[in-house]
């Protein structure tokens, strides 16, 4: 869907771009936001919300229903019966779907404490693989899911088109969908990035490239700050390096998170610019509708009950530890972050003190983006 142009450049960018460079000044170039928050405010009122009921999508009528240990929600088996529970009325098509057997099934691997699902698949049309300079097959792609969010909850035609000449790895990040962690440990921006290098490990990927969004972003500025040997070049949507001098989101909103699960209607409003107006809200309900109804695909409730909550503690530690930031001046993969400058979750701050942080970063701002960018230019992030 056709988007704003992003400052700098009219190029597309993608996992490989040699986009000229652009970067802020330092810390006398960061535009001034008050923070308007003391450090135990945030965790003090996410740690007192309240759960709303789940509005979006009806349960299957034939559901059969298992539970694990620390999972973001129960899993079901989905079946055609499925319906969903309200039109988009700019959508057109309220089933707005597609064909995701590409994927292909679920797979599990234990890794640590951590019983990880994902899916791994690609290339899909080796004939499209251009070789990388050194004459191996191009990096595979991982992707690290946003705030309690699934590994579907991506731009389909973004995984298909990335897997169509690569591999691609999709997972449940820890604690999330079908990610299950039999350990106590409280859970951490360290903690999910040094679980995710062991993933990756485990899986055998040879410094893959990360491909992270919302939460999901801090976790790569997590691998970047303590693996970067395992990594290659990382994209960061919408995401923060946390530390003192970032900025969590104005409380409300912070609150309104950690009470979403699996009321997308809510989410709507902060993840796109014009809220459920937006023509976004087409590719995000696509990604919600084709997954969830998909026969053969084993699904938890798509917004975790626990994963907001504890992701949203972790986020806020996060924020008042200067231990990732500290480190990234040391990373020397190539990074591009996104961030759309009317994004109301991620104050875009964030982007430009990572940018800062990271010598070898490059930066597009996108002015009429909000956070959901992976969904609201997707085309720019595809090519």
């Known amino acids: 869907m056709p988007r704003p142009s992003s400052q700098g450049s009219s190029s597309s960018t993608s996992t490989t771009s040699s986009m000229p460079s652009s970067r802020p000044g330092g810390p006398a170039g960061l535009p001034f936001v008050a923070p308007a928050r003391t450090p135990a405010a945030p965790e003090a009122a996410v740690a007192s919300t309240a759960r709303l009921t789940p509005v979006l999508g009806t349960a299957p009528s034939t559901a059969s ?4 240990p620390r999972t973001g929600g129960t899993a079901s088996k989905a079946t055609q019966t499925w319906k969903p529970a309200y039109p988009f009325p700019q959508c057109l098509d309220n089933t707005l779907t597609y064909d995701v057997s590409f994927v292909g099934q679920t797979q ?3 890794v640590g404490n951590v019983r990880y699902a994902y899916h791994r698949f690609g290339p899909l049309k080796p004939e499209l693989q ?9 990096a595979p792609v991982v992707f690290i899911s946003g705030w309690g969010l699934t590994m579907y909850m991506w731009p389909i035609p973004l995984l298909q088109r990335l897997a169509d000449s690569r591999e691609v790895v999709i997972f449940d990040n820890m604690r999330t969908g079908l990610s299950t962690d039999n350990s106590s440990t409280p859970l951490s ?4 990035a040094n679980s995710t290098a062991a993933l990756i490990t485990k899986l055998g990927l040879n410094k893959p490239n990360i491909w992270s969004w919302s939460v999901g972003a801090f976790v790569g500025y997590g691998l970047l700050a303590l693996h970067p040997d395992k990594v290659g070049t990382v994209i960061i949507a919408a995401g923060s390096p946390g530390g003192p001098d970032a900025l969590l989101p104005p409380t409300p909103i912070t609150q309104g998170i950690a009470r979403f699960e699996q009321n997308y209607t809510a989410l709507l409003p902060y993840m796109f610019a014009q809220g459920v107006k937006d023509e976004a809200v087409c590719m995000f309900y696509a990604s919600y509708t084709s997954f969830y109804q998909h026969e053969d695909t084993s699904l938890p409730t798509p917004l975790g009950q626990n994963s907001l909550l504890e992701q949203s503690q972790a986020a806020v530690k996060f924020f008042m530890d200067a231990t990732i930031i500290n480190k990234l001046g040391g990373a020397p993969n190539r990074v591009l972050i996104l961030h759309g400058v009317q994004d109301r979750i991620m104050p875009v701050r964030n982007a430009l003190l990572g940018a800062w942080k990271l010598l070898g970063a490059w930066m597009l701002q996108f002015p009429g ?3 959901g960018i992976p969904f609201s230019n997707v085309q720019a992030v595809i090519t």
């Open 108 to 110: 599990f691997v234990q």
């Open 189 to 192: 921006i360290p903690l999910m």
């Open 130 to 138: 251009q070789p990388q300079a050194n004459g191996k097959p191009p």
């Open 65 to 68: 229903v298992t539970a694990g």
């Open 369 to 371: 983006e909000g956070h």
